[in-house]
């Protein structure tokens, strides 16, 4: 079986998340690149683990969530869709045609906020990636550059994030704490609505609650 720890050594894979980090960052984005992508893997796989997924499906989400992100040195729009073929292509003779499956659709679905969580790899790289958001995701340093940008702004108040399961409560919650000088609790729910309903989406496909935390709110 290929594990993420083969997919992380493909030179392919390699080349494609090096290239999409540059381009985005270029368009002063943030990190796209192999500490978000090592994130999700890692949260992704943690996830699973929690809910009780099998040991082969662990492993899937950790390779969708390392793989996901790796289209947007295509292009930005429509990152998801080339994210899944490039997959199919560096893998389709590694992997049993079901598993190659299942990662091209979650990592198409990921971005994706019409269409329906339809696996549980879909969903839990939904929310591993989703849920990504902190300080250290924003490259620029200009903090004057950083406030003209929302996404940016969002970020970079984020001084502290923490995703859990909990099975016996069904609850997968985040919790964050903003640093409301910097923006205001509003200006995360201006971009991070559609994310949060996505999640809620996600969680509720694998039987769970999703719970959103800021500063000590339960605001889901
Ligand atoms: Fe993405
Ligand atoms: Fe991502």
């Not at 368009?27 to 997924?53: M, Q, S």
Request: contains cysteine.
């Amino acid at each position: 079986m290929l594990t993420l720890a083969d997919v992380q050594r493909n030179p392919y894979i390699n080349t494609f998340i090096q290239r999409s980090k540059e381009a985005l960052s270029f368009y002063h984005y943030t990190d796209h690149g192999f500490d978000h992508v090592n994130l999700v893997a890692k949260r992704a796989k943690e996830l699973a683990k929690k809910i009780g997924l099998s040991n082969v499906e662990q492993e899937l989400c950790a390779i969708a969530g390392f793989c996901h992100d790796m289209g947007n040195f295509i292009d930005r729009i429509d990152h998801e869709y080339w994210g899944a073929l490039l997959f199919f292509e560096v893998f389709k003779n590694k992997m049993p045609p079901k598993d190659l499956g299942l990662v091209m659709q979650a990592i198409a679905n990921h971005d994706n906020y019409k269409a329906k969580v339809l696996s549980p790899i879909s969903a839990v790289l939904i929310l591993a990636d989703k849920s990504d958001v902190r300080r250290s995701r924003v490259i620029i340093k200009n903090k004057k550059l950083i406030q003209t940008d929302i996404h940016n702004r969002v970020n970079f108040a984020v001084t502290n994030n923490k995703f859990k399961a909990d099975p016996k409560k069904k609850r997968i919650t985040l919790q964050l704490e903003i640093d409301t000088d910097f923006v205001p609790v509003m200006e995360y729910f201006e971009i991070f609505t559609q994310r949060m309903v996505q999640c809620r989406r996600a969680a509720k496909f694998l039987d769970y609650k999703f719970g959103l935390i800021i500063n000590n709110f339960k605001l889901l």
